[in-house]
């Protein structure tokens, strides 16, 4: 059988045809994962909105090294990294919060987090960090989503602050009560934070110290009950510590969620009055009577019933500020980057596409939030306060020629006719 034979045959096999019946085809196929994650964000759309651009400063490209050169980043764990932005259509600096490569178990978790933190903000709005815009979610591809969630900006975490500081017994007291506050309110909700740890804990200006992240967070009938073990393993109490010891599955078992919650409250202010002492040492304080004895009564309250702790805490005192010459040096770094990066062209370019983007292509309810009209001509290109260059300006021409009206998409299925020489 001659070559031209079998590629005839070949062409027209059922298969071949498939293939291009599918092409062909304009109903969309949606994976199983795919249905539940979309589900779920149209299911809560108050929190999430699916969208093809976010309104953050912040690269698509998400590779980790270029984000730590070029993006100013508050903190980072297993439920994603926060970044300090701008907000390109309010015009304010935020920290958005983003988790890469989401499938529906992660669009749920999400969806149980952002739920907890906007009940907070309407019951505790003075001590709670501020979700001021919906979650956006973008998706990579079949089963993948990435969501960027603006919060309100923070200056540091308590991790990084005492890395750089050495704080006072007034200004420890302060940071303590904060916090216990804090835990007093969420568990007054029946909410449990399950991660009470130092990169959890951030400072603003207008709020002071306030506890973040509740991607481990959960609603409680009972304190006392059989739940999931939850949180960083070493911030959680001895008897949950030795179950995971040789078990690497997710275990249930017999818990009591306050109780939990304020020994890793505790842990965590003994990492800062402690300063220096290694987690194995501080754990031991803690969990050995003797020494725990010769602490002070601030860290004596692990096993309290919520009412006595409640009759201790320090309720209106004085919010003891961050360190002056440490919020100078934090302005400075911050600002040198978005300086540095104003300078890029490539930064440029993909920042006025950016906005180009969200100009063209975000749906009306997107602007209806913001109380902005896309066709108001002050919003078109958000009003650059950038300075291009003429090569800029070049590319940027022609992607504007690709949004506009004038643009026609032509049908042309013909092969390109090949000239001989």
């Known amino acids: 059988m001659s070559q031209e034979n079998r590629t005839t045959r070949s062409s027209e096999s059922d298969e071949t045809q498939g293939y291009f019946d599918?092409?062909?085809?304009?109903?969309?196929?949606?994976?199983?994962?795919?249905?539940?994650?979309?589900?779920?964000?149209?299911?809560n759309e108050e929190t999430f909105i699916l969208a093809q651009e976010v309104p953050y400063?912040?690269?698509?490209?998400?590779?980790?090294?270029?984000?730590?050169?070029?993006?100013?980043?508050?903190?980072?764990?297993?439920?994603?990294?926060?970044?300090?932005?701008?907000?390109?259509?309010?015009?304010?600096?935020?920290?958005?919060?983003?988790?890469?490569?989401?499938?529906?178990?992660?669009?749920?978790?999400?969806?149980?987090?952002?739920k907890i933190q906007n009940l907070l903000n309407i019951k505790f709005p003075n001590s709670s960090l501020l979700l001021p815009d919906r979650v956006y979610v973008i998706q990579e591809s079949i089963n993948y989503f990435t969501t960027f969630a603006g919060m309100e900006i923070a200056y540091t975490t308590l991790d990084e602050y005492i890395a750089k500081v050495d704080i006072q017994y007034d200004e420890f007291i302060s940071i303590y009560h904060q916090i216990l506050q804090q835990i007093l309110e969420m568990h007054s909700l029946r909410i449990a934070h399950r991660d009470i740890k130092l990169s959890n804990i951030m400072y603003?200006?207008?709020?002071?110290?306030?506890?973040?992240?509740?991607?481990?967070?959960?609603?409680?009938?009972?304190?006392?009950?059989?739940?999931?073990?939850?949180?960083?393993?070493q911030y959680l109490p001895p008897d949950l510590r030795n179950l995971l010891k040789y078990n690497f599955q997710q275990i249930e078992c017999e818990q009591n969620l306050f109780d939990n919650d304020i020994y890793s409250f505790l842990l965590s202010m003994l990492k800062v009055y402690k300063k220096?002492?290694?987690?194995?040492q501080l754990q031991q304080m803690l969990d050995n009577d003797c020494l725990l004895q010769q602490m002070p009564n601030e860290f004596k309250i692990h096993g309290k019933s919520y009412n006595y702790i409640k009759l201790n805490v320090l309720r209106g005192m004085n919010k003891v500020p961050i360190q002056k010459q440490f919020e100078q040096e934090k302005d400075k770094l911050v600002n040198q980057i978005f300086e540095e990066k104003n300078q890029s062209s490539e930064y440029i370019i993909e920042?006025?596409?950016?906005?180009?983007?969200?100009?063209h292509f975000s749906s009306t309810d997107i602007w209806h939030?913001?109380?902005?009209?896309?066709?108001?001509?002050?919003?078109?290109?958000?009003n650059l306060n950038i300075q291009t260059n003429q090569e800029v300006n070049q590319i940027l021409q022609k992607y504007r020629d690709l949004l506009s009206n004038d643009f026609k998409q032509v049908e042309d299925n013909s092969l390109l006719e090949i000239m001989e020489t």
């Open 22 to 43: 599918m092409a062909n085809n304009n109903e969309r196929f949606y994976s199983f994962e795919q249905r539940i994650a979309l589900k779920l964000i149209l299911e």
């Open 204 to 233: 603003t200006c207008q709020k002071g110290w306030l506890i973040s992240d509740f991607g481990c967070a959960q609603f409680y009938e009972n304190q006392k009950g059989k739940y999931s073990i939850q949180g960083t393993r």
């Open 57 to 114: 400063n912040i690269s698509q490209i998400m590779n980790k090294r270029y984000l730590n050169e070029n993006q100013p980043i508050l903190g980072s764990g297993s439920f994603g990294t926060v970044f300090i932005c701008w907000h390109l259509i309010s015009k304010y600096l935020c920290a958005v919060k983003v988790h890469q490569r989401c499938q529906a178990d992660e669009i749920l978790q999400q969806v149980n987090e952002y």
């Open 276 to 280: 220096g002492s290694s987690i194995v």
């Open 351 to 359: 920042l006025v596409i950016k906005k180009l983007k969200l100009y």
């Open 369 to 382: 939030s913001y109380l902005l009209s896309p066709d108001d001509e002050r919003n078109n290109e958000f």
